[in-house]
């Protein structure tokens, strides 16, 4: 997310309002905030590339989970689940054969 975005959300988040692109009234929110990456942002505010507030305003409650390929049990049961929810929604699809 370039730097530029980071400050706005952070903004948002501090202030808990916000102005539309061309309005002139403050817009209030209550907001709660989930993140999910892929990167090790304390590395990221450590290089510049993420901003030092906004990741200590995000960090408060961290989940860590290890990579679908490292948990492949997994796949098949997030295939069938995938496919449920598509097939329930009036997508109909054909089912696959799990991995071995």
Do not use: W
């Amino acid at each position: 997310m370039p730097l530029s975005t980071q400050a706005k959300i952070l903004r948002v988040l501090q202030e808990r309002s916000f102005e539309r692109v061309g309005g002139e009234e403050k817009i209030s929110v209550d907001v709660r905030v989930i993140c999910a990456t892929n990167r090790n942002l304390e590395k990221a505010v450590q290089k510049g590339t993420f901003r030092m507030y906004l990741f200590y305003r995000i960090n408060t409650i961290g989940i860590e989970i290890s990579s679908l390929r490292e948990r492949k049990c997994d796949i098949a049961e997030l295939a069938r689940h995938f496919l449920a929810r598509a097939n329930r929604s009036g997508k109909h699809r054909n089912g696959s054969t799990p991995p071995t």
